[in-house]
């Protein structure tokens, strides 16, 4: 009984206490041990009765461990000694990825222009990605974009650009039409520092009534100022897609080199970043949509291209390797 009261009275603070307790009491060395092996001293008449007691306080004890080890163990509630002031633990976060961080701001320029997001399927047929695109079969600007078949079957392909969620559009879509098209595209190249099978694009249509060449060429103006500030310099060259007439690209100043010349600009100081055109009458009636009274403007654009000159990335290839040195470096953008 003296030890039961000792052991009420044993005062036990914290998990480690608990831990004492155990050691004293019930180890290999602990007092239920001693007691057992006094047994052997008990004269036989005894036996019995002091087998008993030690039993009861064996159990005595065992419960009043429990006990201790429930209310210490998991003791996340008893926040009495938990020092609220000391510096938080850091947690890892992820960073986003160049090529999502310069997306969002493009879509975000165009977004607040009035242009919607649409979106459509990798895997496309040839009519959306380019028979509707005024490249009927064997026209030779199909080659300007070498294509992924799916199985060989030249039905099923890897979409090129994603004029063809445009074409998806249209195909449902009454204009006015105000859309802009982001999404992976793939073409059939050789890896290298300024190639690689699959990027990223994104691509706008305006439809309506009265739009004009200058409508394009204000609307991309304002894109790339947002984009890179208003001291950039631009030029439209006059060039050729199937589904635009007339056709230019743009040309922005080189932001890597800042006109010493380099391996990006070719050492012209200019960066091609966009195709554009009047959407071409023969694209508009393929959906049905009335060239006489409806015209539009299309543009097309990789977000590969802009990252590098945004952040100066001289590698195609880094974007995709997963490299943590390089993707840490963006931290914070978001
Ligand atoms: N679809 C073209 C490409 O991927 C870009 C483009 C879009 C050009 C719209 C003109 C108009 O190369």
Known sequence: DSYKQEIEASSVLNAEEVEAFRIKYLGTKGLVKAIMG????VPNEQKK?????????????ETKFEGLKAQF???????????????????????????????????????????????????????????????PE?????????TFYINQNPSWLLRTHTSSVQARVMENQKPPIRVICPGRVYRN???SARAHCFFHQVEGLYIGENVSFADLKQTL?????????????????????????????MDISCLICE???????????????????????KVLENFGIDSNKYTGFAFGMGVERITQLKYRVNDLRL????????????????
């Open 319 to 334: 974007y995709s390797q997963n490299d943590i040195r390089f993707l840490q470096q963006f931290t914070g953008a978001v």
């Open 73 to 135: 163990e998991n003791n996340d509630s008893d926040a009495s000694h938990i020092d609220f002031s000391l510096p938080g633990d850091a947690v890892a976060v992820g960073t986003r990825h160049p090529l999502s961080i310069v997306r969002n701001r493009i879509v975000s320029i165009f977004k607040r222009l009035g242009f919607a997001i649409a979106e459509g399927p990798d895997i496309e047929d040839d009519w959306h990605n380019f028979g509707a695109m005024n490249l």
């Open 221 to 249: 103006y304002f894109f790339v100022q947002e984009m890179f500030g208003k001291d950039i310099k631009v030029r439209f060259r006059p060039s050729y897609f199937p589904f635009t007439e007339p056709s230019a690209e």
């Open 138 to 146: 064997d026209h030779p600007a199909r080659d300007m974009q070498d």
């Open 189 to 191: 190249e050789t890896i």
């Open 49 to 61: 009765q002091a087998g008993q007691l030690l039993n009861e306080f064996k159990v005595f004890v």
């Open 38 to 41: 006094e047994m052997k001293n």
């Open 259 to 281: 006109g010493e010349g380099c391996n990006v600009c070719k050492h012209t100081g200019w960066v091609e970043i966009l195709g554009s055109g009047m959407v071409h009458p």
